[in-house]
């Protein structure tokens, strides 16, 4: 019976060594003998080959060659490739490599590897527990060429993503220059400023400076952090590169098959560590220099628009949200959204976005407190909810606990119907209720008196917001966001921004925060526009689901009713 053993080349190691290599016994040639097919093999393979048989299969083509009456040692010897190994060998080639041998079938070598069961075999093993088509067979020599070209594709990976850091750092230290010549910028600004006023504000000069330097100095870090981590990414992949270089090159064939599976698995492991740039290095300025308007008495000097920069930190309520339309910070350290589809209050833990509890249900009857359409939500200082609701006439009064204490009307008089839609509270403690059906924002005490009514520029108001010394208005159908004073009223801002659906202060940028829903559901935004230029700065967020509430919470977090879930941010 004729062994069916597989037709694949030998080993490639090298022009040179193929040359003068072996087929059956992967080693340089001694005693080459040719066969009437091109192919030549040693006078000891073919002798333990052919077990002295009078014809010779030979194992590259199949072609038979007739035994000489004189024996295999009769057949001609090339003495051409005799030479050659010698001189090869002599002049420091590869020695001739001890090859395993079977434990089941005594003297057979094995020359070929069972890609199925993952082991080396002889010529027999082939026939007898390894028989194709049922087990994959290849010669040795291949299967150490293919694992070794795998291993060297592994390298081009690790050389490209050496390329890659090596860019992005050039890139960084670009960015680095670039912030070098905004800081000059802003202190000549400020410089000349301070030249046209007199001495004493030298002091408020140097303040604003430092405030310049902090703002810049975070950019600085978060672009050196970036920078070390590549130089140490470098560093690693370049480590590796080398490790398996010199194994692939230094080891030989057999000892590189037990080898091979941690050299890839541990290549894979460094090229699957992925570099972390969640937000990138902005190449814009962080904060910019708005001189005051004049010299008085009052001397203002100028301030400073930061500009923001989002990192998601997490996203819950997805499931348990059908439209969180209001959203609120609690000083206890949970974030409180109203659901107008369910008409509810739901409460999750500020660390985690762990669901706590809901109230306020609705119901066919509808008893007092109870939410049909509850459209915004607000949090006091003493932690009570205030919640306006679409399908009442009044704000709702929540205890810290979720049960109704009482409501109120936002009208002085009881025959004026008014229409809340979204309630606000100052650091005082003061309510802020904006209406949809009149031009009227209304402020309150805790209890819900009303304390003064100030008429806006434009009918009815989706949503509202305060810092206690300026109150936020978003109207969406005509795309206006409008600021005003808290006492006086007296319009300060008014902003065009399509498709706007809500507003927040963030002071410590002197910007305003401004959600855009667009009517294609998931291309929501979240926008930073400077209160004191009224110019749009940055884009901070994109493709939102749906956002139609905004908050900044008492540790500095940017939480977002994105409609189906909540959104938190942190602020930088």
Not at 23 to 28: A, G, R, T, V
Not at 192 to 206: L, M, P, S, T, Y
Not at 373 to 383: C, M, R
Request: hydrophobic share 35%; aromatic share 6%.
């Amino acid at each position: 019976m004729a062994m069916s053993l597989p037709p694949e080349p030998p080993p490639s190691i090298g022009v040179i060594e193929d040359d003068l290599t072996c087929s059956i016994c992967y080693c340089l040639f001694t005693e080459p003998k040719d066969l009437d097919c091109p192919h030549v093999f040693c006078l000891q393979c073919l002798q333990k080959w052919t077990r002295n048989k009078p014809i010779v299969e030979c194992p590259e083509c199949r072609r038979t060659t007739l035994v000489p009456n004189g024996g295999l040692a009769s057949l001609r010897t090339n003495l051409r490739l005799r030479n050659m190994a010698e001189k090869y060998q002599t002049h420091g080639g590869r020695k001739r490599s001890s090859v395993p041998r079977c434990e089941i079938h005594e003297g057979e070598a094995k020359h070929f590897f069972c890609e199925t069961c993952k082991v080396k075999v002889c010529r027999y093993c082939l026939v007898v527990d390894h028989p194709r088509p049922e087990h994959e067979v290849k010669s040795v020599g291949h299967s150490v060429k293919q694992r070794k070209q795998e291993a060297e594709k592994l390298l081009d990976d690790l050389n490209f993503n050496v390329d890659k850091c090596m860019s992005e750092k050039a890139i960084m230290k670009e960015i680095l220059l670039q912030i070098d010549a905004d800081i000059a910028c802003e202190y000549s600004k400020i410089d000349e400023r301070i030249q046209a006023i007199i001495f004493d504000v030298q002091a408020k000069g140097n303040a604003l400076k430092l405030h310049v330097r902090r703002n810049f100095e975070h950019q600085q870090e978060h672009i050196e952090e970036q920078m070390q981590y590549l130089g140490e990414r470098v560093k690693t992949l370049t480590g590796a590169h080398a490790a398996t270089q010199k194994l692939i090159q230094d080891t030989e064939d057999h000892d590189y098959m037990g080898k091979h599976e941690l050299v890839v698995s541990s290549l894979h492991t460094v090229l699957n560590t992925k570099l972390d740039h969640k937000t990138g290095p902005s190449t814009e300025s962080s904060c910019v220099f708005h001189p005051g308007a004049s010299i008085s008495e009052t001397l203002l000097l100028g301030q400073l628009t930061v500009r923001r920069e989002l990192q998601l930190l997490a996203e819950f309520g997805k499931g348990s949200c059908r439209k969180a339309q209001g959203i609120a910070s609690n000083p206890e350290g949970s974030i409180s959204i109203a659901d107008s589809s369910c008409g509810r209050v739901c409460v999750y833990k500020f660390e985690h976005g762990e669901y706590r509890r809901q109230f306020c249900l609705g119901s066919s009857k509808v008893p007092p407190g109870k939410l049909i359409n509850p459209s915004d939500i607000a949090v006091g200082q003493d932690d009570r909810f205030y919640v306006t609701d679409r399908s009442k006439a009044v704000v709702n009064i929540y205890f810290p606990t979720g049960r109704f204490e009482r409501a109120f009307s936002t009208c002085e008089k009881s025959n004026t119907k008014a229409q809340p839609v979204s309630v606000a509270t100052t650091p005082s403690g003061q309510v802020v209720v904006g209406e949809s059906n009149r031009n009227a924002i209304t402020i309150h005490s805790p209890n819900g008196e009303l304390l003064r009514t100030f008429h806006t520029n434009i009918e009815g108001v989706n949503q509202i917001a305060t810092n206690g010394r300026q109150i936020a208005y978003v109207k969406t159908d005509v795309g206006k966001v409008c600021v005003i004073d808290f006492e006086s009223g007296e319009t300060e801002v008014e902003l065009s921004v399509a498709n706007a659906t809500a507003a927040c202060f963030d002071d410590q940028a002197g910007s305003l925060l401004i959600a855009k829903a667009c009517k294609q559901a998931g291309s929501g935004t979240i926008e930073q526009y400077c209160l004191k230029t009224h110019k749009h700065i940055n884009c901070l967020a994109k493709d939102l689901f749906m956002p139609l509430a905004l908050t900044i919470t008492s540790n500095d977090k940017l939480a977002v009713a994105d409609c189906l879930s909540v959104k938190l941010y942190n602020i930088v």
